[in-house]
């Protein structure tokens, strides 16, 4: 299982930026999906999850803002972050649930190196 991050970076508050993670190495449209962040000095965060059936979930912390998506013919799963700001300050990583349903928002079993995404004036 490989998961590969790409579309960090530095963002003013207010603005956006997308993120995206290609995976590999499984049947990427038989499972769960998860981006889970970390910001400095903090624990590990879940944000928001997609389950195979299309159907999402978001925490409060990003609800309103931010949207997950997946793309199962390309094996890649989004996160479009809008109005953004220093409180999504952190390392967002990809993540692998361990099946399909429900609890695979809390089980993971892969993780991707993860994005930096900083936001600031």
């Known amino acids: 299982v490989q998961l590969k991050e790409s579309g960090g970076g530095l963002a003013q508050p207010g603005g956006s930026l997308k993120l995206a993670c290609a995976a590999s190495g499984f049947t990427f449209s038989d499972y769960a999906m998860n981006w889970v962040r970390q910001a400095p000095g903090k624990g590990q965060e879940w944000v928001s999850g997609?389950?195979?059936?299309?159907?999402?979930s978001y925490s409060d912390a990003v609800k309103g803002r931010f949207t997950i998506a997946r793309d199962n013919a390309k094996s890649t799963l989004y996160l479009q972050m809008n109005n953004l700001g220093p409180q999504d300050t952190a390392l967002y990583y990809c993540?692998?649930?361990?099946?399909?349903?429900?609890?695979?928002?809390?089980?993971?079993?892969?993780w991707g190196q993860g994005t930096q995404v900083t936001v600031s004036s």
């Open positions: 993540v692998k649930g361990t099946g399909w349903g429900r609890y695979s928002l809390r089980e993971y079993d892969a």
């Open positions: 997609i389950l195979r059936d299309g159907s999402t």
